[in-house]
C-alpha cells in the first residue's frame, strides 16, 4: 500500500518561481512594436504586386490582375497605415533622445 505525501514547501517554491519566470518571459518587449510596426510597412509595400500576380495566376486572365491590384493596392494602403499607427509610440518614446543625436 502506498501513501501519498503531501507537496513539500520545496516543490511549491521551485513550480511558483517557475511559474513566475514563465510569465515574465512571455510579457511583450518594447522592440515588438518596432519590429512588427517595419514588417507591416514592408509587407504593405510588397503587398501590391503579390496580390496582382496572385490575381493573375489564379483568376480569370483578365479580371483576375485587375481585381488583383486593387486589393493588392486597398490592402497594401491598410498595411501601411497599420504600421505606422503601431510606430507612433515607439516614436513617442525616442522623440526625447532625438537633441542627443544633432
Do not use: H, N
Not at 41 to 69: K, M, Q
Amino acid at each position: 500500500m502506498r501513501q501519498t505525501q503531501k507537496p513539500s514547501l520545496k516543490r511549491i517554491v521551485v513550480f511558483l518561481s517557475a511559474l513566475v519566470l514563465g510569465l515574465w518571459c512571455m510579457t511583450p518587449m518594447a522592440s515588438a512594436d518596432l519590429g512588427s510596426g517595419l514588417a507591416y510597412i514592408l509587407g504593405g509595400i510588397f503587398e501590391v504586386p503579390r496580390a496582382t500576380l496572385a490575381g493573375t495566376f489564379g483568376g480569370f486572365p483578365i479580371l483576375g490582375t485587375v481585381f488583383g491590384a486593387l486589393s493588392g493596392v486597398l490592402r497594401g494602403a491598410a498595411m501601411v497605415v497599420r504600421g505606422t499607427l503601431e510606430l507612433v509610440p515607439v516614436a513617442a518614446k525616442l522623440a526625447p533622445l532625438i537633441p542627443v543625436f544633432l
